[in-house]
C-alpha cells in the first residue's frame, strides 16, 4: 500500500478519495488536490508551486504515484513530518519538479524509477518561505540520516539534486540535458535560478558521497564538507559528462577536510574535469578521461598535517587534438600514467613541496608541440617523460632540487629533435642525474637534434646517458648557475 499519511486538516487543501480510509495530507502552501485511486495509485494536481505535509511518503514496487503540474515550471514540495523514512520503491511519474523532504531518511530502492522535469531529494529541511519566495535556498538538519539510490532517476528537462549528511548512488542518475548535483553536509546552501540550479556549497560538515553507480548529465558536481576519517567523496561507478553538439560537459568534485578517490571512470570528452581537496588527501587509482579537454586536480593544505595527491591510475586527455592537464598539491606522487598524446598535448605538474615518481610512471605528450613542465618543490624522478613526435617536444624542470636514479627523458623526433631543459635553485644541492637515467633528443631521420640545459647552483653531478644525434647535433649546456 502507498503510505501516505495524515498529517492536520486545513482548508487549504482538498483531498478526494474512492476508498472509505483516504490517505490524507495537509496543503502548508499554494495549490493542490491529492486523489487517492486506491492501493495502487495516487495523483497529484498542483498550480504553480506548493507544499504538501505527510505523516509518511513511501511507495511500495507495485504502485505508482503521478504529479500533474498546471505549468511546464510548477514545482511541488513534499515534507515527510513523521518518524519514518520514505521508501521508493515504486514510480513516481510527473510532468514537473518534485522536491521530496524527510529528515529521516530516504531509500530508493532497485526497481523504482523516477521520471520528472526535474528532482531534489533531501534528508536536510527547507523553510517554506525560502521555497514560496524563490530566495536562495538554505537546507539544514541536525540528524545523520541517509540517501540512498538503488533505482533509475531521469530528469528529462532540468536537474537532478540530492543533498544529505550521507550520500550514496547505486543505481541510475540522468539529466541528458541538465545536471546531477550532490551535496553532503549538515547544512547547504543551493543558488539556483528559474531554470536552473547553479550549485551546492556545503557549509557545515556530513559523511560524504559514495558514487558506485552511473551518472550522465552535462554537468556533474559531488561536493562534500567533512572529516579526514570520514566517507568523503568515492567513485566506484562511472559519472559521463554529455556532450552539446561540440561542447564538452563538466565534472567536478570538490571536498572540505575529506578525501577523494576515485577508483571508478570518470568520462568527459572535449569538455573538463576538475578535482578539488582543501586539507585531505586526494587518489586517482582508475580512469580519468578527457579526449581534447581538460584535466585539473588540485590539492591544498589546510593546517600543519600535509596529506598527498596520489595518482596511481590513468589521467588521459589524448586525442587527433590533445587536451591538457594540470596537477598541483603540496606533496604528488605519481605512479600511473598521465597521457595528452595528439597535437598540441599539455601537462603541467605543479608541486609547492614534493614530487615523486616512481619507475611504473609515465607521462607522455607525444605528437606535434607536446609540452610537459614541473614547477617547483624538491623534484625525484625515476618514471618516463615522453613528448616524442614528427618533431619532437619540449620538456621542463625547473625545481629548488632536482634528482633522477633513473628514468627516462625523451624528446626524440623524426625530424628534428625537441629540447629539455631542467633547472635547480638549491644553494646547497646539486641537480643529480644517475647514470639510469635517458636523455633523448635525437632527430632520428638524420635531422637537427634539440638541446640539453642542465643547470644548479652547485655544479651538476650528471652521469646520465644523453643521446643527441642528427645531422646537426644540439646543444649541450651542463653548468653552475651564478646569483
Known sequence: MIHLKKALFLSLFLTLSLFANPKESEVIEGRALVIDQGSKLVKIHTGKKAVINWESFSIEEDEIVRFFH???????????VGSEKSQILGKIQSNGKVYLINENGILIGKNAFVDASALLCSTLDLPDYQFMNDQEFRFVGDEDASLVNYGQINAREEDVLFLSHRIENHGSL???VGKVLLGSGSEISVSFTEKEFLGVNPKLPGDGILNSGTIEA???TLESNATPFS???????????LNVVREGGEIFFRAIDCTITNSGELHAKRGVISLKSIGAPIENIHLISAPSGKVSITHKQKGIVTYPLLNKGIIDVSDEHAGQIQIRGTKILQEGALLA?????????????????TVDSKISACGLDGEISIFGGHVYNCGSLEAKGNIGGKISIYAETITSPCGLFDVSGQVQGGDISMRSTSSEIPLQLERETTLDTCAYMKGQAGNVEILSKP?????ANIKMDGVKAGKLSIASIKD
Not at 70 to 80: A, G
Not at 343 to 352: C, E, T, W, Y
Request: aromatic share 6%.
Open 70 to 80: 498546471q505549468f511546464k515550471n510548477s514545482v511541488v514540495l513534499i515534507r515527510v
Open 218 to 220: 552535462l554537468q556533474t
Open 341 to 357: 598524446d595528439g597535437k598540441g598535448g599539455k601537462i603541467a605538474v605543479l608541486p609547492s613541496e614534493e614530487y615523486t615518481s
Open 459 to 463: 655544479y651538476p653531478l650528471c652521469n
Open 174 to 176: 540522468k539529466a541528458p
Open 231 to 241: 566517507l568523503g567523496i568515492r567513485n566506484k561507478g562511472r559519472i559521463d559528462a
